[in-house]
């Protein structure tokens, strides 16, 4: 649980207007599995956590959350080109 914890604490890290990978979060968090990162985001995240905000790392959203990710990330000035948010641009590493 400690390691979810800091998963969901990586996410919370990363600014308003900007995006990370789940390999990116999962580094920051202390591992090497992106899936996991997805995983704690899938079962743990709240109302409070930017889930939103952790793209793959081709920049695409998870697709069956694409429009609602992309719609929240538009709100915040992350603007997607056919679907896929620039990391060359937007990306947080921390």
Known sequence: M????RILDAV???PTGRVSTYGDVAARAGSRSAR????????LSDEHTAWYRVVRADGTPAPHLADE???RLRAEGVIAVEGRVSLARYRFRG
């Not at 996991?36 to 079962?43: E, H, P």
């Open 2 to 5: 400690e390691l979810a914890q």
């Open 12 to 14: 919370d890290q990363i």
């Open 36 to 43: 996991l990162a997805g995983f704690v985001l899938s079962q």
């Open 69 to 71: 990710q992309l719609a």
